[in-house]
């Protein structure tokens, strides 16, 4: 069965302190691994999209990279509008997207 | 990206009533999705809408609770039927466009009560 597992939960961050979101995952037939942004009461945001073990993408603080089992998210030097819910999903070979159930960050200044 | 906007944003229903929802995309689209969100909850997918036939709907979810309609290949609704508090969710469209990225609406905030 498709599953896809986040960690961790919940993660508080100092403004400046450099941490790591794990998104680990089995799929038959990925199509890619995404992430997304979601902030209260918004629908996700798109982020990034990897497509074979090996690949990284990066916007401003944010760096993805993907290997054959996991997907981390990495951000550097956090600010406080960093704060938000990350989504890490598995899209299956249908297109059909599979979700995590997220990693809520806080930022503090 | 795509620009997906829905409506309502948000409503408050009776237990019994139903309430469709709009998702209306900027430019055609090929494939649409229709996801929920429970309170607390990370996004489950509801079915795939696409133009021309019926709407596939994933297990546990069925027709006669949430009838969707797909007429052209910018607009879908999606009705949520016979509603309880267990309906009670954000109900999100998404898009998927080239290279396979999918986008999502600002979704709808349904309360039943």
């Known amino acids: 069965e498709d599953q896809v597992t986040q960690s961790p939960e919940a993660l508080r961050l100092q403004e400046g302190e450099s941490s790591s979101l794990n998104c680990s995952y089995t799929?038959?037939?990925?199509?890619?691994l995404f992430w997304y942004r979601q902030d209260p009461g918004k629908g996700p945001e798109f982020l990034f999209t990897?497509?074979?073990a090996g690949e990284e993408k990066e916007k401003e603080r944010l760096k993805a990279t993907l290997t054959k089992k996991e997907s981390f998210l990495h951000i550097t030097a956090p600010k406080p509008e960093d704060s938000a819910t990350y989504l890490c999903?598995?899209?299956?070979?249908?297109?059909?997207?599979?979700f995590g159930q997220g990693t809520t960050l806080q930022v503090k200044p | 990206s795509a620009v997906i906007s829905q409506k309502p944003s948000r409503d408050i229903c009776q237990r019994g009533t139903s309430l469709t929802i709009q998702c209306q995309v900027d430019?055609?689209?090929?494939?649409m999705f229709w996801y929920r969100q429970q309170p607390g909850q990370s996004l489950t997918l509801i079915a795939t809408?696409?133009?021309?036939?019926?709407?596939?709907?994933e297990s546990g979810f069925v027709i006669d609770k949430f009838p969707i309609s797909r007429p052209n290949l910018t607009f879908s609704t999606l009705t949520v039927s016979n509603m309880s508090p267990e309906d009670s969710s954000i109900y999100l469209c998404?898009?998927?466009?080239?290279?396979?990225?999918?986008?999502f609406g600002p979704g709808t905030r349904l309360t039943v009560l």
């Open positions: 998404s898009v998927d466009r080239q290279y396979n990225e999918q986008f």
């Open positions: 799929v038959s037939g990925l199509r890619g």
């Open positions: 990897l497509y074979s």
């Open positions: 999903a598995v899209q299956d070979n249908t297109g059909k997207l599979i």
């Open positions: 430019s055609q689209v090929t494939m």
């Open positions: 809408a696409n133009q021309g036939s019926e709407a596939t709907y």
